[in-house]
C-alpha cells in the first residue's frame, strides 16, 4: 500500500508555543484525513482535505494540502493542555495510518 | 446515534485460549474495518469489510487471526489460538461511503492483554 511518513514523531512543547505535523508521501494524494486521539482514547476525525493548495481551520488549528498533493501539515496555533494527543493522518483511499505525531503540553 | 459499539473493552486471557472481539458499526455505514494498536507499531489495519464482504485482509498478521461480517450490524474478530505478541487495543470502525470519502467513526477499543 502507500506509504505516508509522518514526522515528527514526538513533539513537547509549552503551553503557548506553536506545534506542526507534517505528513509526506512519495505519490500523489487524491485527499488526505486528518484524526487525534487523546491518551487512553480512540481516533476521532479532524478534517479532510481534497484540493490542491487547500487550507482549512478550525479555531486555533490550521490544516493545509500541498500544491503537488504529496504533503499536508496541520498547524496549531498557542497550544493548550487539551491539545495533548496523537495527530494522525490517512492518505488516499486505504485508510493506513502514518505513525501519527505524539504531542504532550507542559503547563 | 451510539456510535460504534465494541465488546468487551477489556480482555485478559492466557496464552493459547481463543479470543473473540466483537463490533457493531453505525447503522447505514456500508464499511467496516479492524485495527490494532500497539506503541511499537502503531496504528494497523488489519482488514476491511463493505457491505460483509472482506476486501481487504493483507493486515491479517497470520493464520490465527480471523474476522466475520455475518450481518450490516455486526463482526467478529477471532485469534486462535492466542500468543502475548498479539496484546494490544483493537479498534473498530465503521464508514458510510468508501474509504477517503468519508471519515472513519472509531469505537473505544478493546485492550486484550494475553498472558
Known amino acids: 500500500g502507500q506509504q505516508v511518513m509522518q514526522i515528527p514523531q514526538y513533539q513537547h512543547v509549552q503551553e503557548g508555543e506553536d506545534f506542526t505535523t507534517y505528513c509526506n508521501s512519495s505519490?500523489?494524494?487524491?485527499?488526505i484525513q486528518w484524526y487525534k486521539q487523546r491518551p487512553g482514547g480512540h481516533p476521532v476525525f479532524l478534517i479532510q482535505l481534497v484540493k490542491s493548495g487547500e487550507v482549512k481551520k478550525q479555531k486555533r488549528l490550521t490544516f493545509q494540502f500541498g500544491e503537488a498533493k504529496k504533503n499536508s501539515s496541520l498547524h496549531i496555533t498557542a497550544t493548550q493542555t487539551t491539545d495533548v494527543g496523537t495527530y494522525f493522518c490517512a492518505g488516499n483511499n486505504d485508510m493506513r495510518f502514518g505513525a501519527g505525531t505524539r504531542l504532550t503540553v507542559k503547563p | 446515534d451510539a456510535g460504534v459499539i465494541q465488546s468487551p473493552r477489556h480482555e485478559v486471557t492466557e496464552m493459547g485460549q481463543e479470543v473473540t472481539l466483537r463490533c457493531k458499526p453505525i447503522s447505514g455505514h456500508d464499511y467496516l474495518f479492524w485495527y490494532r494498536q500497539t506503541m511499537m507499531r502503531g496504528l494497523e489495519l488489519l482488514i476491511y469489510?463493505?457491505?460483509?464482504?472482506?476486501?481487504?485482509d493483507s493486515g491479517m498478521p497470520e493464520d490465527r487471526f480471523s474476522a466475520k461480517m455475518p450481518n450490516a450490524s455486526f463482526s467478529t474478530l477471532k485469534i486462535q489460538p492466542s500468543e502475548p505478541r498479539d496484546s494490544a487495543v483493537y479498534f473498530c470502525?465503521?464508514?458510510?461511503?468508501?474509504?477517503?470519502?468519508?471519515?472513519?467513526?472509531f469505537g473505544n477499543g478493546t485492550r486484550l492483554t494475553v498472558t
Open positions: 470502525a465503521s464508514s458510510q461511503f468508501r474509504p477517503g470519502n468519508s471519515p472513519l467513526h
Open positions: 469489510f463493505n457491505n460483509n464482504v472482506p476486501i481487504d
Open positions: 505519490t500523489t494524494l487524491s485527499n
